[in-house]
């Protein structure tokens, strides 16, 4: 019992299923090239999280203490984290001030209980980016992540580019040497994913992963499918394989 007292009531819209992707529709088409680390050691609240944000259509990895958190913040690429501050292992506090010293920048958003105004004040004098006090709406968990996912990609300008292609993903269009290439929505989605996180391996399975974000059947082998008719319209060369790992796209100017 005491592990749902934390809870909100579900916010069915949270937990509605995204309607499939397409091109220059929807939130869906942004949040699925983003990826979030939830740290909550309470399992009911923890998978409450992981179940909005996916129904929301973020790639959603979760950490149930400080340890593994620190573990996952250090060696994979998070475009958040939403952080519980009571920790088993290393409390959350300790984790920010880490991630900074070792120079993070991921938007962090801190989860603190209620009325512990104290921990809001050390939670952003620590290098956190907004806190959330719990009890908390899901409603609102997902507005503050938007928000803090704005600003950081704000600062990055938005548009994405590699050699002599252009993305972008408010509009979902692709240039190459200025001139439209047309895609396939999961063609798109393939491409956009890369040059999300171009200058690193992307394996099959991440890429089929987040392709297929909202769908059961997930199949890496067509995966290669989209990377050789990809190639084909924005050149062969721009996509590199790694034998045995997977693809890169070389970080662009
Ligand atoms: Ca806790």
Not at 78 to 85: C, E, S, T
Not at 185 to 209: D, I, K, N, P, W
Request: glycine letters at 10%.
């Amino acid at each position: 019992m005491k592990e749902i007292a934390n809870r909100e009531p579900a916010n069915r819209e949270s937990h509605r299923r995204s309607p499939p992707f397409s091109p220059g529709s929807g939130a869906l088409r942004y949040n699925s090239l983003v990826r979030v680390l939830v740290v909550e050691d309470e399992p009911a609240l923890r998978e409450h999280l992981v179940a909005a944000l996916g129904g929301a259509g973020y790639a959603v990895d979760a950490a149930a203490d400080g340890e593994r958190a620190d573990f996952l913040g250090q060696t994979e690429e998070y475009d958040a984290v939403i952080l519980d501050l009571g920790l088993p292992k290393v409390d959350g506090l300790t984790l920010v001030r880490r991630w900074r010293d070792a120079g993070l920048a991921v938007p962090i958003l801190v989860l603190t209980a209620r009325g512990a105004w104290h921990e809001k004040v050390q939670g952003i004098d620590s290098g956190a980016d907004d806190y959330v006090g719990k009890p908390f709406r899901m409603e609102e968990v997902l507005a503050r992540l938007r928000a803090l996912i704005r600003r950081a990609t704000g600062q990055l300008g938005g548009e994405l580019r590699c050699g002599e292609l252009v993305l972008d993903p408010r509009s979902a269009r692709v240039t190459r040497n200025g001139v439209p290439v047309k895609l396939t929505s999961h063609e798109y989605r393939v491409l956009a994913y890369l040059m999300h996180h171009r200058g690193r391996v992307v394996s099959q399975t991440e890429l089929s992963e987040h392709i297929y974000a909202q769908d059961l059947d997930r199949d890496s082998n067509t995966v290669e499918v989209f990377i050789a008719r990809l190639r084909r319209k924005v050149g062969a060369a721009t996509i590199e394989t790694v034998r045995g790992l997977g693809y890169r796209m070389e970080g662009g100017a």
